[in-house]
Structure formats: structure tokens, C-alpha cells
Nanobody, 124 residues
Framework: QVHLVESGGGLVQAGGSLRLSCAASGRTFSNYHMGWFRQAPGKERDFVASISRGGVQTYYSDSVKGRFTISRENAKNTVYLQMNSLKPEDTAVYFC?????????????????WGQGTRVTVSS
């Protein structure tokens, strides 16, 4: 079992920045690819970014590419999502997730463990 706790959400004006953190406990963090997803009101939970076990590979959705950066510190069992140039359409609850598969993926259903989410609101 992997327990994930997100933090860092809040209210920010358009153009601003936030950094989300996700602290993991339980099984060996470095054994898992990590991902960030988000869910806006009335919408599906969508892929945002993912990072491989060692942090070498990263993937982003087209909507956040160039604005968001995913990173991890395995020694601290933590994954981050740096969000810059935020837009009102980035407003959502953001979830981190852990995937124990061999290959890194952007597919929501492949992720085994999920946090409770942290809310991000971007005002115009």
C-alpha cells in the first residue's frame, strides 16, 4: 500500500504560480512512476503530467506543456508539480497517483494508488 497526501493548492490569480507537493509513505517510493491528474467540476479526471521512477522521463498533457514541471525527490518520498502562468481553465482538484507498472504511462486506469486531492482555483 502507498499512502499519498497532496498539499500546496489554493487560490491564485491568472498568470500566477503554485507548487503542489505529494508526500508518499508505505512502500518504496522509488519503485513507482508518479503522475498528476486533475478534475474540474463536472468533468473527467484528466492526465496532467507523469515522471518515471528515477525522474529521467517526463510526460505532459498538451494543455500544460511549457507551463508545468513535474519533478521528484526520492530521498524525500515526494513528487512536485510546479505550475506557472496559470489560467482560469487550470482550476480543478489535483490528484497525485502512483503506478507500479514496468512502463511509465499517462493512462489514468494504470495508476494503483491515489491521494485525496488538493484544490487549485485560478481567478481571472
Amino acid at each position: 500500500q502507498v499512502h499519498l497526501v497532496e498539499s500546496g493548492g489554493g487560490l491564485v490569480q491568472a498568470g500566477g504560480s503554485l507548487r503542489l507537493s505529494c508526500a508518499a509513505s508505505g512502500r518504496t517510493f522509488s519503485n513507482y512512476h508518479m503522475g498528476w491528474f486533475r478534475q474540474a467540476p463536472g468533468k473527467e479526471r484528466d492526465f496532467v503530467a507523469s515522471i518515471s521512477r528515477g525522474g529521467v522521463q517526463t510526460y505532459y498533457s498538451d494543455s500544460v506543456k511549457g507551463r508545468f514541471t513535474i519533478s521528484r525527490e526520492n530521498a524525500k518520498n515526494t513528487v512536485y508539480l510546479q505550475m506557472n502562468s496559470l489560467k482560469p481553465e487550470d482550476t480543478a482538484v489535483y490528484f497525485c497517483a502512483a503506478d507500479g507498472s514496468l512502463a511509465i504511462t499517462t493512462t489514468r486506469d494504470a495508476y494503483d494508488y491515489w491521494g485525496q486531492g488538493t484544490r487549485v482555483t485560478v481567478s481571472s
